[in-house]
Every structure is written in structure tokens, then in C-alpha cells.
């Protein structure tokens, strides 16, 4: 009986606290709705012949610019060599292609496109 009453007593107080209280609920924005998507842009960099210098040049002259999240040399058959001349740019707002093919130019990687699937 004990029992009883003080599970009521714990209902009851409850009730009173939840209906006392007024909650003013505003829905706040979700985090995704100011995130852009991030995209993948695949360039075919067909001067870049060697992992030690010229990858590292491309890496560096794409993460410089505005909107590149990651750039990532597509994979290699051999580590020591560049067989597959792709290069994968992780992007969001802001990034135009052509601004970043014609920096690879002034960087000595002429003739950079966007590889088509």
C-alpha cells in the first residue's frame, strides 16, 4: 500500500510540474540546412608524370583554392610511379573549376580537364 502511494504521490506531482510550466518551443535551424554538399570533382592532370614533385605541386596549388575541402591522387599501380593521372577534389560552395585548372596552368600543368566518367 506504501507502494501504491507513493507512486501516486510521484504521478500526481508529475502532472502538476508539467502542466505548471510552459515551454516556449522555437525550432531552431538544422546544422545541414547552412552546410553546403560537398562534391567530388575528378581533373585529369596530364603533365604530371612523378609522385615526389609534380603530385605534391598539383596537391598543393588545388588545396589553395577557396571552397577545396581534400585533394587526393586517384590510386597508383605503382607507389613510385603515375600511371592514372586523376586527381579527386573534394569541394563545396565556392569552388570553380576553371579558376582551378587555369592556376594548375600557371603552376607548369597545362591541359588539366575535368575528367568525364
Same mark, same amino acid.
Given at each position: 500500500?506504501?507502494?501504491? %502511494? !507513493?507512486?501516486?504521490?510521484?504521478?500526481?506531482?508529475?502532472?502538476?510540474?508539467?502542466?505548471?510550466? =510552459? +515551454?516556449?518551443?522555437?525550432? @531552431?535551424?538544422?546544422?545541414?540546412?547552412?552546410?553546403q554538399a560537398t562534391r567530388t570533382v575528378a581533373l585529369e592532370v596530364p603533365?604530371?608524370?612523378?609522385?615526389? %614533385? !609534380?603530385?605534391?605541386?598539383?596537391?598543393?596549388?588545388?588545396?589553395?583554392?577557396?571552397?577545396?575541402? =581534400? +585533394?587526393?591522387?586517384?590510386? @597508383?599501380?605503382?607507389?613510385?610511379?603515375?600511371?592514372?593521372?586523376?586527381?579527386?577534389?573534394?569541394?563545396?560552395?565556392?569552388?570553380?573549376?576553371?579558376?582551378?585548372?587555369?592556376?594548375?596552368?600557371?603552376?607548369?600543368?597545362?591541359?588539366?580537364?575535368?575528367?568525364?566518367?
Amino acid at each position: 500500500m506504501r507502494m501504491a %502511494a !507513493c507512486s501516486l504521490l510521484l504521478l500526481a506531482v508529475c502532472v502538476l510540474a508539467g502542466c505548471s510550466t =510552459s +515551454v516556449n518551443y522555437t525550432p @531552431q535551424p538544422t546544422a545541414s540546412a547552412n552546410v553546403q554538399a560537398t562534391r567530388t570533382v575528378a581533373l585529369e592532370v596530364p603533365t604530371m608524370e612523378c609522385p615526389f %614533385a !609534380c603530385w605534391p605541386a598539383v596537391q598543393k596549388t588545388l588545396e589553395s583554392q577557396p571552397g577545396v575541402e =581534400s +585533394v587526393t591522387l586517384a590510386e @597508383q599501380k605503382n607507389e613510385n610511379l603515375i600511371d592514372n593521372r586523376v586527381v579527386h577534389v573534394a569541394v563545396g560552395g565556392g569552388f570553380e573549376v576553371e579558376s582551378a585548372i587555369a592556376a594548375l596552368a600557371e603552376a607548369g600543368f597545362a591541359d588539366a580537364s575535368v575528367q568525364t566518367p
